[in-house]
């Protein structure tokens, strides 16, 4: 995984860092939302999640009726994002 410019992490940082501010710990989960109001059905949004944020991202999501699904990061596809 790269940042926007294309430069990919430097060696022994998790590609994948949870999406809660200020947290810094490798992601496992992806909680997979849309804002019908915002996107097209089809588009899968997603916040990556460590272990202690994951119930509390998807909760923000689900609470306003956006959450599609949760998965593992490895479940990811080009579709996602």
Do not use: Q, Y
């Not at 109001?37 to 944020?53: F, M, N, Q, S």
């Not at 991202?57 to 596809?77: Q, S, Y």
């Amino acid at each position: 995984m790269s940042d926007l410019f294309g430069t990919p992490p430097p060696a022994g940082v998790a590609e994948h860092v949870c999406s809660a501010k200020g947290c810094r710990a490798r992601a496992r989960h992806a909680v997979v939302w849309n804002n019908p109001k915002l996107h097209k059905p089809e588009r899968r949004k997603v916040w990556l999640a460590c272990d202690e944020h994951e119930t509390s991202l998807a909760d923000f999501v689900a609470l306003r009726g956006f959450l599609i699904e949760i998965v593992p990061v490895e479940a990811l596809t080009d579709a996602d994002g």
